[in-house]
Nanobody, 115 residues
Framework: QVQLVESGGGLVQAGGSLRLSCGAS????????MGWYRQAPGKQREMVAI???????NYADSVKGRFTISRDNAKNTVDLQMDSLKPEDTSVYYC?????????WGQGIQVTVSS
């Protein structure tokens, strides 16, 4: 059974940085896609950053230039470096991974940015 576990969230002041990490257990296969989504209270879950096969990345417009996604395919891990954080980045962040027709989600981790 595949499990994704996030770490690295917390409370930070506006302008600060945080690094989220996600590790996968239970899978011996490399995921096609790994990335991060987030969901704030009362809002829909939205894509933050995605890394697809071949090393392609895609970012939400709201985080371009501030967030950087990186992954280690050998270890099945994906990180999200978040710089110049803003209060509107406050949300629960979810790790995501996909392979073939299967999608996997982490349990979510809170990121709070104070003004």
């Amino acid at each position: 059974q595949v499990q994704l576990v996030e770490s690295g969230g917390g409370l930070v002041q506006a302008g600060g940085s945080l690094r989220l990490s996600c590790g996968a257990s239970g899978s011996i296969f490399m995921f096609t896609t790994m990335g991060w989504y987030r969901q704030a209270p009362g809002k829909q879950r939205e894509m933050v950053a995605i890394s697809t096969g071949g090393g392609r990345t895609n970012y939400a417009d709201s985080v371009k230039g501030r967030f950087t996604i990186s992954r280690d395919n050998a270890k099945n891990t994906v990180d999200l470096q978040m710089d110049s954080l803003k209060p509107e980045d406050t949300s629960v962040y979810y790790c995501y991974a996909a392979r073939l027709s299967s999608n996997y989600w982490g349990q979510g981790i809170q990121v709070t940015v104070s003004s």
